[in-house]
């Protein structure tokens, strides 16, 4: 069964930098990968992601530029690199797959097979 295992969130200073991990079991290489987010009382909400073939990325508006998420299938590991962080940028970070190859990208919640359980990142101003 697929399982995915976030790590790396915690307190950072605005304009500071935190990359998160997510461990993921089976073969990453068939499955496209995102990142979400949910702050305390609002919806979860796309953040980024990249195909599970070609390796291309898409990310939302109000991370692009600032985030880039990159994936080593050797280590079975999708990374987060979170830069110029901003207070409005805290909020757990979910990691999620969706269980079919494609280079296509997918930006919906419902759109993805699996889940871990967050990591908190908050950032103080």
């Known amino acids: 069964q697929v399982q995915l295992v976030e790590s790396g969130g915690g307190l950072v200073q605005a304009g500071g930098s935190l990359r998160l991990s997510c461990v993921v079991s089976g073969r990453t290489s068939t499955y496209a990968m995102a990142w979400f987010r949910q702050a305390p009382g609002k919806e979860r909400r796309f953040v980024v992601t990249?195909?599970?073939?070609?390796?291309?990325?898409y990310s939302a508006d109000s991370v692009k530029g600032r985030f880039t998420i990159s994936r080593d299938n050797a280590k079975n590991t999708v990374y987060l690199e979170m830069n110029s962080l901003k207070p409005e940028d805290t909020a757990v970070y979910y990691c999620?797959?969706?269980?079919?190859?494609?280079?296509?990208?997918?930006?919906?919640?419902?759109?993805?097979?699996?889940w871990g359980q967050g990591t908190q990142v908050t950032v103080s101003s």
């Open positions: 999620a797959a969706r269980d079919d190859r494609s280079a296509l990208f997918y930006t919906k919640e419902y759109e993805y097979d699996y």
């Open positions: 990249i195909t599970g073939s070609g390796g291309r990325t």
